[in-house]
């Protein structure tokens, strides 16, 4: 699917407060030290509708720095088949692109990366030169901002190690409860199976018999399009693949 370029050239002239605040409490910023503010003076905000693939490694267009200040946002690759598998989960405050820019030489290195918008996003652009400016020119930036890329590439292989390794089933409620969102009173997933089946690398019909399991034991059910977690506790666990033990009361003889 060939990425959206509105997500390198939606401009605003000016920040809403919403981003604003997630830029005072963001990681970056408070590595960036007193140069941060900066950065604002060519950033943009941009807008990703829920599905939008932002940025497709190969298209033409050059990696993001950005911020995601609003909606729920994953970095996933792309094998030479087509599969896809999800990296990692980025909401409000996490930073998308560092990796790619500190490291520019994964790029074209066979290794093809993608960012989609899970929900509807918001996002504070970032000048890729303005920040190598800024931090280059400021050795005390350096520590901190390896502490957010080792973050960033830690959540990643903790996420990769978990769809290698454990059964789909926990694969599936893991990813359900990385996906989930509070609506009133009710904690809902909105993803489809096939979504579900592109975040861990498997195929929607494997993915619906583990979610028809999850569903039979009362974990989960399916309400008006969405899938709403019943149980989170036993859908933690299954996602541990570690359920807990059913009581079964001794038989008298």
Avoid at 31 to 51: F, K, Q, T, Y
Avoid at 146 to 160: D, G, R, Y
Wanted: charged content about 20%; glycine content about 6%.
């Amino acid at each position: 699917m060939q990425a959206d370029k509105t997500f390198k050239r939606t401009a605003a002239s000016h920040l809403s407060p919403m981003t604003e605040q997630v830029w005072i409490r963001c990681a970056l910023r408070t590595a960036l030290g007193s140069n941060a503010d900066a950065m604002l003076s060519d950033a943009r905000e941009a807008h990703g509708s829920a599905g939008e693939v932002i940025y497709e490694m190969g298209d033409g267009s050059d990696p993001p720095l950005a911020v995601v200040t609003q909606g729920l946002a994953r970095t996933y690759t792309i094998s030479p088949a087509g599969r896809q598998a999800t990296i990692r989960y980025a909401a409000a405050g996490d930073v998308i692109g560092l990796p790619l820019l500190l490291a520019p030489s994964i790029v074209g290195s066979g290794t093809a990366l993608a960012v989609q918008a899970l929900t509807k996003c918001t996002f504070l652009n970032l000048s890729p030169a303005h920040f190598r400016k800024i931090a280059s020119a400021d050795a005390r930036c350096m520590w901190p901002l390896f502490s957010e890329l080792a973050c960033s590439m830690m959540h990643s292989n903790n996420m990769l190690s978990h769809n290698v390794f454990q059964p789909v089933r926990a694969r599936v409620a893991r990813h359900m409860l990385d996906l989930s969102d509070k609506e009133g009173n009710l904690l809902v997933v909105h993803a489809s199976q096939q979504d579900i089946a592109d975040a861990i690398g498997s195929v929607r019909e494997v993915v619906s018999r583990a979610i028809i399991s999850l569903r039979d034991e009362g974990i989960i059910r399916r309400s008006d399009g969405v899938y709403v977690i019943c149980d989170p506790t036993r859908l933690h666990e299954a996602a541990l693949d570690n359920p807990t033990p059913q009581f079964v009361p001794h038989r008298v003889v």
